[in-house]
Each structure stands twice: as C-alpha cells, then as structure tokens.
C-alpha cells in the first residue's frame, strides 16, 4: 500500500523559479524523509523531519510538516537545471523495530534553462 | 568509498525461467530492503531483512524469495511465479532505526520475455 502521494505529479519551470511540492499521507508516522531520482538510478536521501518537528532547512531545500493535516511540502529555491529529477516523499509508520519505509508515486520535476 | 552495488544493471530472461538479482553492501549496515518500481509509478516494497539470517515480506512479495545469510548481501529471486516481473529493482540498505535514511543501490532493470 502507498502511504504517501505527492502532488503535483509533474512540475515544469524555469531556472531561477522556485519549485513547491506536496506530499499527503494517510496514517501516523514517525518520519517523513524526502528523496531524489535521477532518472534510471537509485534514490538519494535529501531531509528528514521527524514527527515532532515543523519545519527543516537543508541548503537550498525547505521541508514543513503538518501532521494534523497529514501533510508535507518540499520547497527548492532557485532551481538549476541539475535539479531535474523525481522527487519522492516516504513515511515511516513502522512500530518498534520492524522499521521500514512506504513511497509515494513521486513529482517529476523539470527545470528548464 | 562506502555504498551499495547492483549487478547487472540490465538483465534479460525468458518467461517461465527464475532469476537472482545481486546486491552487495558495505556500509555496514544491518538492514537491507528490496524495492519494485514501475513507470510512472513509486516504489513498491518486496522484502525487508533487519538482521542476517532474518527477514520479511513486505507489501508485494509474491512471486519473489531473498536469503540474507551474509550481512553485506541480500540477493533476490524473481522466480516464474511473478507474473508481471519486467521493472526495475532497488536495493537499499539502512541502520534499522526508526530515524534512519535508506541508501540505494543504482538498480536493475529486468526484462521478462
């Protein structure tokens, strides 16, 4: 089952725009980590906010979270055109020690030069 | 340097026949996940292994068995039973703790005819 979905499933813009995507989920989590794919490679981990936390900043990368609205956004700033690539978001719902993480379908990002 | 290698990166079977997909770690790292990804599609997981010698089914298992009898490795074999076995397949590795991101392998794109 996919905890998470992201929206918009496909971002096109411009070199030097922002770029804002969303992550909803349906259960209480732990986590919720956002990830890179280039296409035809493996992800890349780029933040992780915990449950308790609001918002994180990661160089040019800005997470918030809402657990009462079950929901996160991912926010690159002044985009580069090496920053083309899907981006996932993934929870964490898993109890104890049984940790392990669910994917949404991911946003296609494409910044153009 | 540290990381985790799939081989091959492209593999070719005939319908009916079994094949193990490689996976090798050396991050040392006692967890290890194998995830299905399909076009346009987000990642969907196999099996999931938190220690040797121990691991889980995870949401889409059927069709597919693992072994986990080293801690640096984690094969995977998509046996004649899956019926839709033609996507793409990452391995990942983590510490199997609740606040830990995943590392991923490159992939294997498996093509079933």
């Known amino acids: 089952s996919q905890q998470g979905e992201e929206d918009p499933q496909a971002l096109s813009i411009q070199e030097g725009e922002n770029a804002t995507m969303n992550c909803s989920y349906k259960?209480?989590?732990?986590?919720l980590q956002w990830y890179r794919q280039n296409s035809g490679r493996g992800l890349v981990h780029l933040i992780l906010i915990r449950s308790n936390e609001r918002e994180k900043h990661s160089g040019r990368l800005r997470v918030t979270l809402d657990t009462s609205k079950k929901s996160s956004s991912l926010l690159i700033t002044a985009s580069r055109a090496a920053d083309t690539a899907s981006y996932f978001c993934?929870?964490?719902?898993?109890?104890?020690?049984?940790?392990?993480?669910?994917f949404g379908k991911g946003t296609l990002l494409t910044v153009n030069p | 340097d540290g990381g985790i290698t799939q081989s091959p990166k492209y593999l070719f079977r005939k319908e009916g026949q079994n094949v193990t997909l490689s996976c090798e770690q050396n991050?040392?790292?006692?967890?290890m996940y194998w995830y299905r990804q399909d076009p346009g599609q987000g990642l969907r997981l196999i099996y999931y292994?938190?220690?040797?010698?121990?691991?889980q089914k995870g949401d889409i298992a059927e069709g597919y068995s693992v072994s986990r009898e080293k801690k640096e490795s984690f094969p995977l074999t998509v046996t004649s039973a899956q019926k839709n076995p033609t996507a793409f397949y990452l391995c990942?590795?983590?510490?199997?703790?609740?606040?830990?991101?995943?590392?991923f392998g490159n992939g294997t794109r498996l093509t079933v005819t």
């Open positions: 259960t209480s989590i732990n986590n």
């Open positions: 292994s938190q220690i040797v010698n121990d691991f």
């Open positions: 993934a929870t964490d719902a898993s109890g104890g020690s049984n940790y392990k993480l669910t």
């Open positions: 990942a590795s983590s510490i199997p703790s609740g606040y830990s991101p995943l590392h």
């Open positions: 991050l040392n790292h006692d967890a």
